[in-house]
């Protein structure tokens, strides 16, 4: 059965950086854009990028544009988030997740609806903080 396995969380200082990972299992990264998404606590679940299953459209919240690169390495079949200048806000469960069809600009120009999604993984806490 698909299956999406989030790594790469922790602590971090305001400033730094992590590399989020994603690997994918049980279906192919060919046919499925790959999004991910964060939820702080007491916040709703909000879209931060999405790259399409041909690698050449990604997509960028605009509180994230500049700081994250989102990127997949099909052989792998895992998917990465390199976030850089972490601020306390980015603090959050972040999740994967997969959209059957492999276009994810529909899905981000509605504004990164959740439920339109396929599979997600279990998340991987990041906490900004000094």
């Known amino acids: 059965q698909a299956q999406l396995v989030e790594s790469g969380g922790g602590l971090v200082q305001p400033g730094g950086s992590l590399r989020l990972s994603c690997a994918a299992s049980?279906?192919?990264?060919?046919?499925?854009?790959m999004s991910w998404f964060r939820q702080a606590a007491g916040k709703e679940r909000e879209g931060v990028s999405c790259?399409?299953?041909?690698?050449?459209?990604?997509y960028y919240a605009n509180d994230v544009k500049g700081r994250f690169t989102i990127s997949s390495d099909g052989a792998k079949a895992t998917v990465y988030l390199q976030m850089n200048n972490l601020q306390p806000e980015d603090t959050a469960v972040y999740y994967c997740?997969?959209?059957?069809?492999?276009?994810?600009?529909?899905?981000?120009?509605?504004?990164?609806?959740?439920?339109?999604?396929?599979?997600w993984g279990q998340g991987t806490q990041v906490t900004v903080s000094s």
């Open positions: 790259i399409s299953a041909s690698d050449t459209m990604t």
């Open positions: 049980g279906f192919t990264l060919d046919y499925y854009a």
């Open positions: 997740a997969a959209l059957r069809g492999g276009d994810c600009a529909a899905n981000y120009y509605r504004g990164f609806r959740p439920n339109e999604y396929d599979y």
